[in-house]
């Protein structure tokens, strides 16, 4: 299945609602270091509900250690910034989607990383700064899961 990496998040609803996305979808779901939050966070908890359980989660104390696991896939980094929009790749399970923090997305370091296959977007009206955290992983990760023709649910 894909596997889904926040990079530094920093709200814990998010990551609590990736929880939920990974035990329903059968992705992955990678953290890697600091996170703005414990994984014992009451808002974690609840927006995860009874999932965390279900879900694979890993925590990586940096993005090497994560690459060290992850590699070799393709990864697609996603940015507001990149002109390749998300349904113009075609996913293959093992793909790595990552996504940065919330408040400021991916650094360009993170972006043009030599790991980093290709960085893509979801389309948003011009004027707007960027989209949820949690739902754009769900929207990229039900788009790689439908290529796939839904494979395992």
Same mark, same amino acid.
């Given at each position: 299945?894909?596997?889904?990496?926040?990079?530094?998040?920093?709200?814990?609803?998010?990551?609590?609602?990736?929880?939920?996305?990974?035990?329903?979808?059968?992705?992955?779901?990678?953290?890697?270091?600091?996170?703005?939050?414990?994984?014992?966070?009451? &808002?974690?908890?609840?927006?995860?509900?009874?999932?965390?359980?279900?879900?694979?989660?890993?925590?990586?104390?940096?993005?090497?250690?994560?690459?060290?696991?992850?590699? $070799?896939?393709k990864?697609?980094?996603?940015?507001?910034?990149?002109?390749?929009?998300?349904?113009?790749?075609?996913?293959?399970?093992?793909?790595?989607?990552?996504?940065?923090?919330?408040?400021?997305?991916?650094?360009?370091?993170? &972006?043009?990383?030599?790991?980093?296959?290709?960085?893509?977007?979801? $389309?948003?009206?011009?004027?707007?700064?960027?989209?949820?955290?949690?739902?754009?992983?769900?929207?990229?990760?039900?788009e790689?899961w439908? &290529?796939?023709?839904?494979?395992g649910?």
């Amino acid at each position: 299945m894909f596997r889904v990496l926040f990079y530094h998040p920093e709200i814990p609803p998010n990551t609590g609602n990736a929880i939920r996305l990974a035990a329903n979808t059968g992705c992955e779901l990678h953290l890697v270091e600091p996170l703005g939050f414990t994984l014992e966070d009451k &808002q974690l908890r609840r927006a995860g509900l009874d999932y965390h359980d279900l879900a694979r989660v890993h925590v990586h104390a940096a993005l090497e250690a994560a690459w060290e696991v992850l590699l $070799p896939s393709k990864v697609y980094a996603f940015t507001a910034s990149a002109t390749r929009l998300y349904t113009d790749v075609s996913y293959a399970p093992g793909d790595v989607l990552m996504f940065g923090p919330e408040s400021v997305g991916l650094p360009a370091e993170v &972006q043009d990383a030599p790991e980093v296959t290709e960085r893509v977007r979801l $389309p948003m009206r011009p004027s707007n700064r960027s989209l949820n955290l949690a739902n754009t992983a769900a929207i990229t990760v039900y788009e790689a899961w439908r &290529q796939n023709g839904f494979a395992g649910a």
